[in-house]
């Protein structure tokens, strides 16, 4: 996007917000909506209620009605774990906000690639950029994610997130907030770097957290014909476990290329 599109470049949440909370109710008539400290403030609300209630909304549901209970059997399964994750995620969630904040205002301010109107591309360009908003993500996580686990950074930061060898998914979002930044990094990266509609890449922000949910809640629901290519619940419940094997967010790809693929337990019959 152009900077002096000025307004219309806005997220749309972001204007939802300002329509309908922030110019009534909240801000001076003294702070323009295109006021760079009145965006960060918004986004910094928008983004931690956001992310509270995809975590909280979408854990819930999942630890209700798709999470394998008999995992709270399991030996390694800790004390009080459910509640200690809830803490650690909540705890983090406005720190990763903070961090990611000045991107988002980059965002916001037009200064990424992010465009409007569907009609600027071809469905077939519009398909590619969106398979290759998933596979430049995949890749960059596997990367930063194997890094996070090298001795000098592990004990400083992705630790916490490994307290939960048999997770549920509350250990969804319960990162070292550096953690999770770093992880987050590929998606923000992409869209200065390529172009992406803007409603996409919003339904892809609520989707990244479901799926981020998803992988850990012990329900393998991989269809059979995919289970060699998508890195699901029995392959991050394996990296939870052993820790060095299926490092991988969406496919199995890189793992298989970085030689740290591990074909889950749970298949094998000897796994949770």
């Not at 110019?23 to 910094?44: C, G, H, K, M, N």
Request: proline share 6%; hydrophobic share 40%; net charge neutral.
């Amino acid at each position: 996007g152009d900077p002096s599109h000025g307004p219309c470049t806005m997220d749309y949440v972001l204007q939802g917000f300002d329509q309908f909370v922030g110019t009534p109710y909240v801000y001076p008539t003294s702070w323009p909506e295109d006021y760079i400290w009145r965006q960060a403030l918004s986004l910094f609300f928008i983004v931690n209620l956001g992310g509270y209630a995809l975590y909280l909304g979408f854990g819930s549901l999942n630890y209700y009605f798709l999470f394998d209970h008999d995992l709270k059997k399991h030996p390694k399964f800790l004390d009080n774990q459910i509640r200690r994750e809830i803490s650690v995620a909540c705890n983090s969630i406005p720190l990763m906000t903070l961090f990611t904040l000045p991107i988002f205002v980059a965002e916001v301010r037009g200064h990424s690639k992010l465009y409007d109107n569907l009609s600027e591309y071809s469905w077939q360009g519009y398909c590619l950029q969106l398979f290759g908003f998933l596979m430049f993500n995949d890749m960059l996580i596997y990367w930063i994610h194997r890094w996070l686990h090298h001795k000098a950074l592990y004990k400083h930061c992705h630790k916490v997130h490994h307290y939960w060898l048999v997770p549920t998914p509350f250990a969804s979002h319960a990162f070292h907030p550096l953690d999770g930044f770093s992880q987050s990094l590929p998606y923000h990266i992409f869209v200065f770097l390529f172009p992406l509609h803007k409603l996409t890449y919003l339904l892809a922000f609520v989707m990244v957290n479901f799926w981020t949910i998803s992988i850990h809640d012990g329900y393998y629901a991989v269809p059979k014909f995919l289970e060699t290519v998508v890195n699901g619940a029995g392959h991050h419940n394996d990296h939870h476990e052993y820790f060095n094997y299926n490092y991988g967010q969406y496919f199995t790809l890189w793992d298989r290329i970085g030689r740290s693929f591990r074909t889950p337990s749970c298949w094998l019959g000897n796994g949770p």
